[in-house]
């Protein structure tokens, strides 16, 4: 993965996807004393930022597909079934029972066709692994793959060059493919990824050196729930050699940045928020221009109207 690969994708995925606002939280500026910005990614016509990998996978297959697949916390779901109708492909999209409702019938609504199977992102990964096998369909991963991450890097072109960059990190398609590109065009930048306490499979992993697998939980963060895959081959290696830093969150912290983003009019899922909550928390101290990613804004409703009457309260 390289920075000619990811310029590129972003050739490619011209007129495809949103290029999001990047704008200034100026509340959280004033307190830390370093400007804080916010990719707002959360503005892309699926609602996060997972539509650029998945565009820049679907434009880059041979002609002649039968359809694609893939396993999804949600958001690459989402991102696929938009892309994949947009460009005439069917798409398939294996979830667990732990993904959200809202995210299920999102992809329904998009034209995907849901499997829901077992209670875990690996268990689905199985499900795309047997269709892959038995039905010909061709796996879009939802991060480790290079057209994936060379997608996701794009937001890293469009960012400048900041002090820190705070990722959320998942599976690390995100985190590896901005890492890339910031990395590229200014080394002392540090990039840092954000992920909750309890599931974090890339944590566990880069502590470990090697991937391994985590119990999922439920989280106010679900997007960023999920293994990365014992055979990890594209993202965990360039987190590994990348990433400065990763950083747990608590599940009050992310609830507090929801709220403080909620505030600002930023209504964001847990995912997305995990910058703040670090920056809120004081477990990253910034030392100049400091970009947090807002990777998505698929939260439940209701789920988000109970957290900010929590803030009235």
Known sequence: MTLDDIRAAAARLRGHVAETPLV??????????????????????????????ATNAILSLPAGVRGVVTASTGN???ALAHAARALGVPATVCLSRLVPANQVQAIRHLGGLVRIVGDSQDQAMAEVARLVAQDGLTQIPPFDHPDVVAGQGTIGLEIGMPEAVLVPL???????????AIKAVSPATRVIGLTMENGAAMAASLRAGRPVEVAEVATLADSLGGGIGLDNRVTFPLCRDLLDDAILLTEAEIAAAIRHLGRAGHVVEGAAAVGHA???AGKFVPRGPTVTILSGGNIDPAQHARLMQEDAA
């Open 170 to 180: 998942s599976g690390g398609g995100l985190a590896a493919g901005i890492a890339v």
């Open 24 to 53: 200034p939280d100026e509340a959280l500026s004033a307190r830390l004393g370093h400007p804080v910005l916010m990719k707002c990614e959360y503005r892309q016509p699926t609602g996060a930022f997972k539509l650029r990998g």
């Open 278 to 280: 670090a920056l809120l």
């Open 76 to 78: 690459h779901g989402r």
